[in-house]
Each structure stands twice: as C-alpha cells, then as structure tokens.
C-alpha cells in the first residue's frame, strides 16, 4: 500500500505555494532575516545596542533600521516601531493562512486533509487574533510615548501603559504558539508538508513579536 504521506515534489509545490501568498504582500513577512553590520549612526548605534537585548538581535536590527530616523533614542519609540512590525508580519501570515485555507482546496495536485485543513483554518483566527494583540500593544505605547511628550507621562501612567503592552505582546505570543501546536504530532498527518511549513512560519513570525516584547522590558520606569 503506499504511503499516504506526500513527497519532496509535493512538499515543494506547497511550499511554493505559501511563499508566494507571503511574497504577494510586499512583505517579508516570515523570512529569515540575515545579518549585517551595525551602522555607525546614533540612530542605528542606539538600536544596535538596544537589538542586542533580544533574542533574535540581527531579526531586531534588519526589520527596524528603516525606522531608526523615527524612534532616534528613544527606548518608548522603538518598542512601539517593534510592535508595529510584529503586528505587519503577523498579519500577512494570517493572510497567507486565509489564502491558503481558500484559495489551495487542492494544493499542487494534492488535496488537504480534512485533520490538516482545520488546523490552518484554526491558525487564520488565531494569529489574527496576535495581530490584533499586536497592534494594541502599540497603541498603549503610543499613548504613554504622547503622555511623556505632553508632560503627562507620570510614573503610575507609564507603568500601565507598559503592563497592558507586555501583556498583549505575550498574548500575541501565546495565539502563535497556539498555532503551531496545532501541528505538533504532524507526522502522523497526510499533510502534503502543509504542516512543516506551516510551523516553520509561525516560528519565524513570533521573532518578531519576542523581540518587541524584549524591547517593551527594556522601558525603563
């Protein structure tokens, strides 16, 4: 009898498949991030400092260097540039999830099983869900960063401000890690690699939101 599990050829086409819908975006949404020297002006030398904190630094310096000219020094800004990134990135995989769900019933010549299409469809709301998350981190700090420009910011405030961001960057985190669960015994599935790909992705995207909520730890108070 032969194996239902599908091979390279298909595993290709899928993954094929799912880089394109990211790629479709303008967004490198949840590709590897390569390294680069850290540039001698302040604005990049405050970030490369500051990237140097979180676990994935070159993912930090890469994704927020274009950003540096508005956050210059400021460790509210750059969270708040971090958190905006995160919620950018997890959005368009939740697109490419949706896109995937609807637009791939048969992917590559390989139809997805019913166990595998209810995971990604699960992931669609759940990273969403982190997205949103995401973006409501951003707004907490941008009220704090509006606060301390108007002379407001007192210290009650900003520790506020900095929980409700903590809390939903780790909120965003858990939702993608909700997802990749989804596919942790995959090797049991007749998945045409949907789930390697799947929970490859979702590793990635969740660099981005561990690293703004590093970023948001590093505000002092």
């Known amino acids: 009898m032969p194996s239902s599990r599908a091979g390279p050829r298909h595993v290709v086409l899928v993954m094929l498949f799912f880089a394109a819908a990211v790629a479709a975006r303008g967004a490198d949404a949840a590709s590897p991030v390569t390294?680069?020297?850290?540039?001698?002006?302040a604005a990049a030398s405050f970030l490369c400092s500051r990237c140097a904190t979180t676990v994935y630094p070159a993912v930090c310096y890469d994704s927020l260097l274009p950003y540096a000219g508005a956050?210059?020094?400021s460790r509210v800004r750059l969270a708040r540039a971090a958190a905006d990134v995160a919620a950018a990135r997890l959005r368009d995989f939740s697109a490419s999830l949706d896109e995937l769900v609807h637009g791939?019933?048969?992917?590559g010549a390989v139809t997805t099983p019913p166990?595998?299409?209810?995971?990604?469809?699960?992931?669609?709301?759940?990273?969403?869900?982190?997205?949103?998350?995401?973006?409501?981190?951003?707004?907490?700090?941008?009220?704090?960063?509006?606060?301390a420009a108007a002379g407001g910011g007192g210290s009650r405030l900003a520790r506020w401000e900095v929980s409700n961001a903590k809390t939903w960057l780790s909120a965003a985190m858990a939702n993608v890690a909700t997802c990749a669960d989804g596919f942790a015994d995959a090797d049991s599935w007749s998945a045409a690699g949907i789930e390697e790909v799947v929970a490859g992705e979702a590793a990635n995207v969740?660099?981005?939101?561990?690293n703004a909520l590093a970023l948001v730890n590093g505000i002092p108070l």
Not at 115 to 126: E, F, L, M, Q, Y
Request: aromatic share 4%; net charge positive.
């Open 35 to 41: 390294t680069r020297p850290c540039g001698a002006a």
């Open 206 to 210: 969740s660099k981005y939101t561990s």
């Open 104 to 107: 791939s019933g048969d992917v």
């Open 71 to 73: 956050f210059q020094d």
């Open 115 to 147: 166990r595998v299409a209810a995971a990604v469809r699960d992931c669609v709301g759940t990273v969403s869900s982190a997205a949103g998350l995401a973006r409501r981190s951003s707004a907490a700090l941008g009220r704090l960063d509006a606060g």
